[in-house]
Structures are given as structure tokens and as C-alpha cells.
């Protein structure tokens, strides 16, 4: 049974499946997940390895926020995480379910059975096609969502609060633009240095978030062992602050010794004047001493 949409903004449907993906010439079974605005078409889709409560809730938030806004109402199959008895016509959501639905302000309805075009459409796509990573795979389901500006006005808007599950850990964000989290250190925006930030592991990702709820980085997930975690990206401050000269510095010396980034933060933070001569010396000691040499130079 497919709800009616006879206005914009009010229906939303949203929905799993199972899909096994090729990936780096194997194959991953994974769980693809849609989100799709009943009026418009507009859908977004993402792709877990599992479909625990965190990621499909996780999924279903990105889905408003890529959108714009929060329908009415939420059709959704019993899918396992999001209720916890169904006897004949009465379902019982999850606590956490009912507590996203009452913090975005939306209804979840059950709905036995529908068919959504995004999600198929979805699942063909990833069916044939072939990429080295998830990420690759991630960035065409953004390529192939539709346009949801029809749609748009007619959404609520966000709470200004995000939701938190209760498995968010606040966390410094260090000086040098790094944040500690689960024994590894995995950078955010430099302009966040000092802040208070929220972190959470979500499968293989950590994703941190400002204190409104912003997404500020996603990042592989380390395994606890003091590994460093970088997007080149969050260096952009430090361009403009010292200059292109020490900005491409910083990149070569990121893309040769990237757990390293501590050490870098540390000398352009302390020679703010002479950063780019005292990089300059540190990669022109690649030509006489190896990697490794250099590395345990760095970590004394």
C-alpha cells in the first residue's frame, strides 16, 4: 500500500535492502538503504555493512539534511532495529525510533508493502558497476539522487538541536585541529580547534559533528592503535593563513608521511615565520635517509 501524496512536504518513504556490491574486484554484501520524498522523487541512498538502529537512524537524519527539510510523515516497512512487537495492525517502535520521530516532528507510519524508484534504481546502479571502495560508491548514489528544490519550501525545517542516541562522545578538538577518539586522532576544520565537538563511531566511519550538529568529518574508523586520520582538506585555514608556498609544503609532506601530522601541525604552529624554510629542510632530508629513518626522527 503506497500513502498518498497529494501535496509537497507530506509523505516520505523509506526503506532497506539487501544488495552484494563488487568491490576492488571482489564482492561485499552490503545493506542499501533509500530515503525517498513521495511528491517529488527526490531520494537519497547509503550503503551499510549492517542495519542496526545507529545506521539507519544515522541514514535517515542525512536524508533530511540533504533534502531540506522533514516530511509529516515517514513510511517505513517493520524492519527489524526500528520496532519491537507488531501483532496484527499494532506496531510498537523502538524507543529510540519514537524518540527520532518526536525530535524531528514527523509520524512514522507502517506500510506493508511499496516499491520505491530510487531504490531500485540504486541497486541496479551498484549491481553494475565496479569500484575499489565504498566512498566511490557512496559519491554516484549522491550523483544519481534527483533535485529536490520542488519540494523543498513545503518540508518542515530541522530542529535546531540534532539528535543524539546517547552513544556520542564530546570531545576537545586539540590545537593542532586534531580530536582524540577510541586511541586514534582524526582532523576536523582548523577553524574548530579549541571547540567542543560530538564523536561516534558508526561501523567502519567515525563521524564528528560541531555542537549544533553539523557534520564537520567523516573518517575511516581506526582500530585503537594511535593512528592519525586526515583530510588534506581541513589544512585550508593554514593556506591562507601562511601562504600558497608553505600550503604545498604541507601537502607533499602530508602525502609522504601522513601519520605524521601531529609533528607538521606542531613545527608551522611554533615557526609561524619560518615554516616554510624549516619544511623545505625536512623534505630535502628525503634524498639521504629513508622513510623509516625519518620517521623515528619524527617520533623523538
Not at 534527483?146 to 530542529?159: N, Q, V
Amino acid at each position: 500500500m503506497m500513502l498518498g501524496a497529494d501535496a509537497p512536504g507530506t509523505v516520505a518513504y523509506f526503506d532497506v535492502a539487501p544488495v552484494i556490491v563488487p568491490v576492488g574486484g571482489g564482492a561485499q554484501r552490503l545493506v542499501l538503504s533509500c530515503y525517498e520524498l513521495a511528491w517529488s522523487g527526490r531520494h537519497c541512498c547509503g550503503l551499510d555493512e549492517q542495519a542496526t538502529m545507529e545506521t539507519l537512524l544515522w541514514r535517515l537524519e542525512m536524508a533530511f539534511r540533504k533534502t531540506g527539510g522533514v516530511p509529516d510523515r515517514v513510511a517505513l516497512r517493520a524492519i527489524r532495529p526500528l520496532v519491537t512487537t507488531r501483532v496484527a495492525q499494532v506496531t510498537a517502535w523502538s524507543t529510540p525510533m519514537a524518540r527520532f520521530g518526536q525530535h524531528f516532528g514527523f509520524e512514522p507510519v507502517l506500510v506493508d508493502r511499496f516499491r520505491l524508484d530510487g531504490l531500485s534504481g540504486a541497486r541496479r546502479w551498484l549491481e553494475s558497476s565496479s569500484y575499489d571502495s565504498l566512498d566511490e560508491y557512496l559519491e554516484g548514489l549522491d550523483i544519481l539522487a534527483g533535485s529536490a528544490d520542488a519540494e523543498r519550501d513545503a518540508l518542515k525545517p530541522l530542529p535546531a538541536a540534532p539528535f543524539f542516541s546517547g552513544k556520542e562522545a564530546f570531545r576537545r578538538v586539540a590545537a593542532d585541529g586534531f580530536v582524540l577518539f577510541a586511541g586514534d586522532a582524526y582532523s576536523v576544520p582548523h577553524a574548530y580547534a579549541g571547540k567542543m565537538v560530538w564523536t561516534r563511531r558508526l561501523e567502519q566511519r567515525v563521524v564528528i559533528r560541531s555542537q549544533d550538529g553539523k557534520l564537520l568529518a567523516t573518517h575511516r574508523a581506526g582500530h585503537g592503535h594511535g593512528d592519525v586520520f586526515v583530510n588534506l582538506s581541513h589544512f585550508e585555514l593554514w593556506r591562507r593563513r601562511f601562504g600558497k608556498e608553505t600550503y604545498q609544503l604541507e601537502r607533499t609532506f602530508m602525502e609522504r608521511f601522513p601519520q605524521h601530522a601531529p609533528f607538521l601541525s606542531h613545527l608551522v604552529t611554533q615557526r609561524k615565520q619560518g615554516a616554510a624554510a624549516s619544511l623545505r629542510h625536512v623534505l630535502s632530508l628525503t634524498a639521504r635517509y629513508s622513510n623509516l629513518q625519518l620517521q623515528a626522527a619524527f617520533e623523538t
